[in-house]
């Protein structure tokens, strides 16, 4: 057990459907990564936030958002889905806002499967 | 931009037999390099990490990994391979001074027969 925790573990919806998936780090950790995995793309980094604030961008879509919240759990919001978006969606989290040498700590992610 | 490279994306061995997962990447210097392991229906979890120094790194679960800088590689290893070893194995990089945003490659899936 990493410590991250993640809802819902699986999520299934229609097109056009708006979702939000949420995120707790570990106790202590300040730093929030989304990634998305799946078999076309492989593990792509969407978004960082550190301690309420973003900090970097990666290949995330306009559709899809995210923030942190005072109590540094964060929600990543997919919005006007498309059957693309198929994936499993993982946060991890790192005690600093972002150095090289960081260990992530993932969480058991969140399947979402648009119909 | 860095990049990393995984050749294989299945590895089959047999139980007690030795294994080896291939790793390559491409920096202009000496990245960080780490090794993680996604069990079915689980996060990423870290095997073990290189920053710098000795370039033979011991990991947990009996897994090492060897930098060799002369062929941009860091390949990962186990003696003696468990049932229990069968999962996804993910190498990244990520960049000294550069962007800490680790890059991981594709993953090797593992597979292990009895």
């Known amino acids: 057990d990493s410590g991250v925790t993640q809802t819902p573990k699986h999520l299934i919806t229609a097109t056009g459907q708006r979702v939000t998936l949420r995120c707790s780090p570990r106790?202590?950790?300040?730093?929030v990564y989304w990634y998305q995995q799946s078999l076309d793309q492989g593990l792509q980094f969407l978004i960082h936030y550190y301690n309420g604030e973003e900090r970097a961008k990666g290949n995330i879509l306009e559709r899809f958002s995210a923030q942190q919240f005072p109590d540094l759990h964060s929600e990543l919001n997919l919005s006007s889905l498309e059957l693309g978006d198929s994936a499993l969606y993982f946060c991890?989290?790192?005690?600093?806002?972002?150095?090289?040498?960081?260990?992530?700590?993932f969480g058991p992610g969140t399947r979402l499967t648009v119909l | 931009a860095q990049s990393v490279t995984q050749p294989d994306i299945h590895i089959t061995v047999s139980e007690g037999a030795s294994l080896e997962l291939r790793c390559n990447y491409s920096y202009g210097a000496t990245p960080y390099l780490f090794w993680y392991v996604q069990s079915p229906g689980q996060g990423l979890q870290l095997l073990l990490k290189y920053f710098s120094g000795d370039t033979l790194v011991q990991g947990i679960k009996g897994f090492e990994a060897e930098f060799k800088r002369s062929q941009s590689s860091f390949n990962l290893r186990k003696p003696s391979v468990h049932w229990s070893d069968a999962a996804e194995y993910f190498c990244a990089v990520a960049t000294p001074g550069g962007s800490y945003i680790p890059t991981f490659g594709r993953g090797t899936s593992l597979i292990v027969h009895p």
């Open positions: 991890a989290s790192t005690a600093s806002g972002g150095l090289s040498t960081d260990t992530q700590y």
């Open positions: 106790s202590g950790d300040l730093s």
